[in-house]
């Protein structure tokens, strides 16, 4: 926008300004102008990273230096259905002033630009790895103690997946892609149905509500081996729910998002020294004893975390159904959706049948 000036809004400079996604570089270089003034946009490097199936995502840094990366973010069409960005700004403020989040550097029309973690994202290897298996148990119980913006609130998971349920489409302009709608996803009414069963389920449960990223996959999990530190990315999704929520995520993503795998889930005699590690590390936090974790403590989670990973399967499947209709990104999102709701599914007895009270 010629003439155009930009504001702060609270802390975030935002930039009336609208990145394209086939003019990439040349429009970052317009956002660098006001976040990064004394690069010369000539020794400006780029790298587009394609691990994502939400948004378009860039690196940026000035010549050899890549102590200082900028990442500039192009929101993903029509992922405003399911995301609030006003949310996603507040929680990104809120996270990076307790240093679990890069600092936020400017806000656009379409997207934003924001500070870069140094390291390797994990694969289905070195999730597996106990070290870091230990620093993302710990990361984890850090995130979990932060107060989200407006919180603490009870679990949103209900609101948030209804909400989403909403804006499934009954019908998509590909043939192919309506063939495998109608043959291998749930119609709308039934997973109305599962969404009050899995609901049900989890608010007996009695668990905490903890501000949650909700969201960690493989991608999403930064190792920096310099400093032995894990990072988490990515917290448009961040939002309070179920404590054990996350952890059942987690699990759940050992399979990966290419060539999906959910026999790599881990099983319980791999869940249990997290778990434990998990509760030990929160309740050194908490000033208690890490001792003072019993081995009934660790059952309970390990149900809760169980269950927790049969409701992000279908968060994940109502999601994809929804990415569907509107995302530009090459991914197989209505086959992605089904391989969610087939494990749900798979798995929702064994889980389900879990009960706190034979422990």
């Known amino acids: 926008m010629p003439g155009s000036k930009a504001k702060s809004s609270g802390k975030v400079l935002t930039l009336p300004l609208t990145i ?13 102008e006001h976040i990064r003034p004394n690069w010369k946009g000539t020794e400006i490097n780029f790298e587009v990273f394609t691990d994502g199936i939400t948004n378009k995502l860039m690196g940026c840094h000035a010549g050899n230096d890549r102590n200082d990366v900028v990442l500039v ?9 399911i995301i609030n960005r006003d949310e996603e700004q507040l929680t990104f403020q809120c996270l990076s002033e307790a240093n679990c989040a890069p600092p936020i550097y400017c806000v656009f029309d379409n997207g934003m630009a924001y500070g870069y973690f140094p390291g390797k994202t994990l694969d289905k290897q070195t999730v597996r790895e106990p070290n870091i298996q230990k620093l993302i148990a710990e990361e984890l119980v850090r995130l979990h103690s932060v107060r989200g913006p ?9 609101h948030r997946v209804l909400t989403w349920l909403d804006a499934v489409p009954t019908h998509f302009k590909d043939p192919s892609i309506q063939e495998v709608f109608e043959k291998k996803i749930p119609t709308h009414q039934d997973l109305k149905t599962e969404l009050k069963e899995i609901t049900k389920a989890l608010d007996a449960l009695d668990m905490k509500s ?18 032995g530190k894990i990072h988490f990315i990515d917290y448009e ?3 309070y729910n179920y404590e054990a929520f996350d952890i059942g995520d987690h699990f759940a993503e050992y399979a990966g998002m290419v060539d999906v795998d959910y026999d790599l889930y881990p099983r319980k005699d791999e869940q249990l020294p997290w778990l434990r590690h998990y509760l030990e590390t929160k309740a050194a936090r908490e000033g208690r004893s890490p001792d003072s974790v019993q081995d009934r403590d660790v059952e309970i989670l390990y149900i809760q975390t169980n269950k927790c990973a049969c409701a992000a399967h279908f968060l994940w499947g109502v999601w994809s159904l929804i990415q569907a209709q509107h995302s530009i990104i090459d991914f197989d999102y209505v086959g992605y959706a089904s391989t969610r709701f087939k ?4 798995r929702k007895e064994e889980f389900f049948t879990l009960d706190i009270g034979h422990i």
């Open 210 to 227: 903890v501000f949650s990223h909700n969201d960690l996959l493989l991608k999403n999990i930064i190792y920096d081996d310099r400093e």
């Open 237 to 239: 999704y961040a939002f």
């Open 73 to 81: 973010r192009i929101n993903g069409i029509g992922s405003d259905i």
């Open 343 to 346: 494990e749900y599914f798979r």
């Open 150 to 158: 407006g919180g603490p609130v009870p679990s949103q998971f209900n």
């Open 20 to 32: 394209s996604d086939l003019n990439f570089e040349e429009d970052a270089k317009k956002i660098l």
